[in-house]
């Protein structure tokens, strides 16, 4: 009550309207890639801001090899033979891409974790850095790991259970997984996703085929043969009792090249398609034997890219001695089929317009394979605004998709959807004729909690939990009185209310939907409020999907 000292007239207002509690937002996934232009953290809401934010998509190489359309005629018109995207140094991102999927699956804001530029060599340690720097973050409410599959195994569990730690910790989050290649067996096993914090994130399976197309530049799709040049065989002597190392195919000069290395370590081959390279490291006190016993066993499991390595002689040749050739890029003589580019053609005094069209045509049915945790999160966006945060994400159609790379029946799907012995239930996205695809599933990954089975389930609570936390704040450092508990527990009530009226809770009346205790003698003692914790029960009858609808018909008897 002020005092007044003065006379005249005073106007006070008086405050009758109880506090109230304002839901959180439900669905502001986070996403974690590499991008374009450096790392950091920012909200985004259109690929046009992510663009400004980080840059473009990566772009895709491409080989396309031509023939003549006619035989017997090598200098008339070319067609395509086959298109080869040339796989990059280190794994692409497809963060990008992922955003476009979660765009048109009806997700709206998010948030973009770069944890690095294109280029560089996925490592776990970027996302967990990531993720330390998304928990400063209050409003994020699911996690994406994205471009964390292009991980190792080792890698990108390590990261799962780090976003799932995170979900347990600030509880106001949930994480969508991705079954890393499809390996439901790794996925739940002992090197997997673990057996921690599983109520906080959710798996599904398989990958999806989009509808998306790769962006390209016409510079970097090579194309092979495309002036009447075909396929050559050419090939090199290392020493005369050493290797022979035959290439067979078109494009730029093929290469060999040794190195030294360490004569304690295995033979390291690789072999690069894309510009026609061979490189056989560790060869030090190696023969020419040596070499060709483990290009066998190494082309017995690899691609050689039309490369072929035989022993010269009698291979007995030391590999380190074979001259001044050793241990440099040698170019194998003769040379392959001629190449150019698809914007050389287009420039071209002469282009050769079909097949310039038909390579852009067919480049455009290129389609982009995701993980499918960015179209679920636009899945959970879509269904939490329209239905609410209570109703399962599933039985939804994915957009913009042609259909799972792997098609699930229902003994596989079986197998997923309950897991007896670690309770790590996987979500299936099925492919039905006449609907589409959709999602199939909604269980976390804790599939044998009682509790915490269901998805839905789990993120309204934590709806709740946040909304409530957010919402009592006022009443900090408030007399610990009855009015304060009345205050608190009213406003409660009221937004616990008005979820019953909306349907997420199940109950044919308010009390049977939830309750709110607090009070001395009821959620206090007197030591209680000696110490200055007001103690608030709640207690929510969460309304449960119907996971499986059991039709019982049987034969009714004539009566008359």
């Not at 309750?515 to 709640?538: A, C, H, S, W, Y």
Request: glycine content about 10%; aromatic content about 8%.
């Amino acid at each position: 009550m002020p005092s007044y000292r003065t006379p005249g007239v005073y106007v006070e207002e008086i405050s009758t309207l109880p506090p109230s509690v304002a839901e959180v937002s439900t669905a502001v996934p986070a996403f974690f890639g590499y991008t374009e232009r450096g790392s950091g953290i920012a909200r985004v809401s259109t690929l046009l801001e992510f663009e400004e934010a980080f840059g473009g998509p990566q772009k895709s190489e491409y080989e396309v090899k031509t023939r003549p359309e006619n035989a017997d005629d090598a200098s008339g018109p070319r067609v395509i033979d086959s298109i080869r995207r040339k796989e990059p140094q280190n794994p692409s991102s497809s963060l990008y891409y992922a955003l476009s999927h979660y765009f048109a699956n009806g997700g709206g804001s998010c948030y973009v974790v770069s944890v690095g530029a294109f280029g560089e060599l996925p490592q776990a340690a970027h996302f967990t850095d990531g993720l330390s720097l998304l928990a400063k973050e209050d409003e994020p409410t699911l996690l994406i790991l994205t471009d964390a599959v292009n991980l190792d195994s080792a890698g990108y569990y390590t990261v799962a259970q780090a976003a799932l730690a995170q979900c347990a910790k600030l509880g106001d989050r949930f994480t969508i997984l991705d079954v890393k290649d499809g390996d439901v067996e790794a996925f739940r096993g002992p090197a997997g996703v673990g057996a921690n914090n599983l109520k906080y994130g959710a798996a599904y399976h398989p990958y999806l085929q989009t509808t998306l197309t790769r962006r390209y530049d016409e510079g970097g799709v090579t194309i092979v043969g495309s002036d009447g040049g075909g396929a050559q065989t050419s090939s090199l002597t290392f020493g005369a009792d050493g290797v022979v190392v035959t290439f067979t195919g078109g494009g730029a000069a093929p290469q060999a090249k040794f190195t030294l290395g360490d004569a304690n370590l295995d033979l390291a081959i690789a072999v690069d398609g894309a510009t026609n390279q061979l490189t056989v490291g560790n060869v030090r006190d190696r023969t020419g034997a040596d070499v060709a016993a483990a290009w066998t066993a190494w082309k017995a499991e690899n691609d050689a890219a039309g490369f072929e390595v035989a022993a010269a002689g009698d291979g007995s040749g030391a590999i380190d001695t074979l001259g001044s050739n050793f241990n440099s890029l040698v170019a194998a003589e003769g040379g392959g089929a001629s190449s150019t580019t698809l914007a050389a053609i287009k420039a071209g005094a002469s282009p050769e317009t079909a097949l310039y069209n038909s390579i852009r045509t067919a480049l455009a049915a290129e389609r982009v394979v995701l993980a499918p945790s960015a179209a679920i999160a636009g899945v959970y966006a879509e269904v939490d605004r329209t239905r609410g945060v209570w109703k399962a994400p599933a039985n939804v159609s994915v957009s913009s998709v042609i259909g799972p790379v792997a098609k699930i029946n229902n003994d596989e799907q079986d197998r997923l959807n309950v897991d007896a012995t670690g309770g790590k239930s996987i979500n299936a996205i099925r492919a039905f004729a006449g609907k589409g695809t959709l999602v199939w599933g909604a269980r976390t990954l804790a599939g044998n909690d009682n509790e915490w089975r269901y998805v839905p389930v789990r993120r309204l609570f934590i709806t709740v939990e946040e909304s409530v936390q957010k919402a009592t704040a006022f009443a900090v450092f408030e007399p610990n009185d009855s009015t304060t508990w009345l205050k608190v527990k009213g406003m409660v009530e009221s937004y616990l209310y008005g979820l019953w009226e909306q349907g997420a809770l199940a109950g044919s009346s308010p009390d049977a939907a939830y309750f709110v205790n607090v009070g001395l003698g009821k959620t206090m003692t007197p030591q209680d409020v000696l110490e200055g914790r007001m103690n608030v029960e709640i207690g929510l009858a969460a309304v449960r999907p119907a996971e499986f609808i059991i039709l019982r018909f049987s034969h009714k008897l004539q009566e008359a």
